[in-house]
């Protein structure tokens, strides 16, 4: 077991002790009521329908000015002005975030990676990572690693002890420090994002109770007690709760999952902390002082944000008004609340719009008033408005790493006149040939100008292009890269006795004997080429498209791609 003394450390040893007093986290008036009395899977349910409806933050490039206030060192710390980053112990600083990256804890591959989800910008899961630490973790599951590939002090990678890691090549073992930190993140996720389909199931089942698997279960249970919430969690906490108005319960009720999970299965929960009481009225959400940020639009655009009102015996109608140098630029989408809709079990939602006159950074206040015999609260609302960005075309490079299993794809870092273009991140679509013949495509997003690929269908071919991203806006698509699979439908059996294998503009022929009148169709069933023989290893030359290629004496005809 590693022990590492770390700011972490510290504060944990903090906390035992202010514990012994009272709480460490302030637990939001009312805001855990809808979990009283329920256990088990009925708790469970009960979390997803609490913490799924939040503020949805405002865009996957915005991420790094939210770890600002999420993941920095505190001021006082020898470290103050660092990113606190759980993965690597190299001192970066916050007045970039480079070598660092947008860290899906729970990987979003296991989700199937969708940018439609609020889990892709759920700051609960989302950490900063040095990025070499990044790859080295991929995706795969939490784990206690046996013989370490990937050991930078921090994270470790290796094959997982015996029991562990869910069929997984390789598991991702955090410093003990962090160990029940990212337990906590996990025992968030399962609940949140119960209703997703897992791609990957190395920790998780397809189903809403328990979700986690049983050895999962079992480590980060062991996790979850040995490293309990430090006051780095429970600040971080309070940031993400004034952003997303919502919280990882796990934190604030380090015994929760317990009643899921663990030792107190069937027992019902009651959350304590909370002063309010019965019948006294309690606007939950929106939080006093949070933030409501439209992140950066380009000119000429607007921006939309979504605020949740949800209270408990709500009296009088909820007052939205717009106070500031820029209130003009931020429009609720209504004046005022009805106290019905505020006390229904999931609130309601108000959009609000920023629509920008001119370049530069804006703010107002909004100010929420009369929901409690006069009571009131302040939201900030931001914007900044950028000129319209310009992309240069750049080239897709040769894949490399390439294995029966994946391969990296690569591409150039665009640039102009000696200048990197600012990209918020590049959309990288993968084309996929299966052993069948089908036909599909992937879009993966990466930050830097690589994409580590490991989940390659046997028997499938691939290529992929690559489309920078910045504010909306999109460069030309690059070249196409076709990946060259050593095994790629060039195996010749006497079940399948003829292939071809992907070159630029063309296919390769693969075959045992000559093959006599191969025609060539296009997706219309139009005939491109007919040959009267072709020989094993000659070149059929032909433009980027879909085709199928039919032969007499074959038993099934093949399908094939052509790119640039």
């Known amino acids: 077991m590693r022990k590492i003394l770390h700011l ?42 609490l913490l799924y409806n939040h503020t949805l933050v405002s865009s996957y490039s915005d991420l790094p000015q939210y770890f600002r206030k999420t993941d920095v060192y505190p001021p006082g710390n020898s470290r103050y002005g660092q990113w606190w980053d759980m993965y690597s112990d190299i001192p970066l600083y916050t007045r970039s975030f480079a070598g660092l990256n947008r860290e899906h804890s729970f990987p979003k591959s296991w989700w199937g990676g969708s940018q439609n989800t609020p889990a892709y910008t759920d700051l609960n899961h989302l950490y900063p990572s040095e990025a070499q630490a990044n790859m080295a973790k991929s995706n795969y599951p939490l784990g206690e690693v046996q013989n370490a590939s990937f050991d930078n002090g921090i994270t470790r990678v290796g094959t997982p002890v015996a029991g562990q890691g869910g069929g997984a090549k390789a598991v991702f073992e955090p410093a003990d420090e962090y160990k029940g930190d990212f337990a906590r993140t996990y025992f968030y996720m399962v609940c949140c994002y119960q209703n997703l389909h897992w791609a990957y199931t190395y920790m998780v089942n397809n189903n809403t109770y328990p979700t986690l698997n049983s050895w999962s279960v079992d480590l980060l249970l062991k996790w979850n007690r040995e490293d309990p919430p430090s006051q780095k969690e429970f600040d971080r906490n309070e940031q993400v709760y004034r952003v997303q108005a919502n919280r990882n319960p796990f934190i604030d009720f380090k015994d929760l999952a317990e009643y899921i999970w663990g030792n107190r299965k069937g027992q019902a929960f009651n959350p304590s902390g909370s002063t309010e009481q019965a019948g006294d009225p309690v606007l939950i959400t929106p939080v006093q002082d949070m933030a409501l940020d439209f992140g950066e639009v380009a000119e000429g655009k607007s921006g939309e944000a979504s605020l949740q009102f949800r209270g408990e015996n709500i009296r009088y109608n909820v007052q939205l008004t717009v106070i500031g140098a820029d209130a003009s630029m931020f429009t609720p989408e209504v004046t005022e609340v009805k106290p019905s809709a505020i006390n229904a079990p999931e609130g309601i939602w108000v959009k609000i719009k920023y629509n920008p006159t001119g370049l530069g950074s804006h703010t107002a206040r909004l100010i929420v008033s009369d929901y409690s015999d006069g009571g009131s609260r302040g939201i900030a609302l931001r914007g900044e408005c950028l000129p319209v960005p310009v992309l240069h075309a750049f080239r897709a490079l040769p894949a490399t790493d390439i294995t029966a299993t994946g391969y990296t794809a690569n591409w150039e870092v665009p640039q102009q006149g000696g200048s990197d273009d600012v990209v918020d991140y590049y959309v990288v679509t993968r084309t996929i040939v299966d052993a069948s ?107 980027p498209g879909v085709y199928i290629l039919t032969a007499a004496g074959l038993p099934t005809p093949v399908k094939a791609i052509v790119t640039e």
């Open 437 to 543: 013949g089908n036909i599909r495509q992937v879009d993966d997003v990466a930050e830097s100008n690589y994409l580590p690929v490991d989940n390659r269908e046997a028997g499938s071919h691939e290529s992929y292009h690559v489309r920078s991203c910045r504010l909306g806006y999109y460069s030309d698509v690059t070249n196409e890269i076709n990946v060259d699979f050593a095994d790629a439908l060039s195996t010749v059996t006497d079940g399948a006795p003829f292939g071809v294998v992907y070159e630029p503009l063309g296919l390769r022929v693969v075959c045992g004997d000559t093959v006599a009148g191969l025609t060539v169709y296009d997706m219309a069933g139009r005939t491109v080429a007919h040959y009267e023989t072709v020989a094993n290893g000659e070149i059929i030359s032909l433009p």
């Open 8 to 49: 972490k450390s510290i504060y944990a040893l903090v906390c035992s002790l202010a514990m012994a007093f009272g709480a460490m986290a302030d637990v939001p008036q009312g805001y855990y009521s809808s979990l009283k009395g329920k256990r088990d899977a009925d708790l469970k349910n009960a979390l997803h329908t």
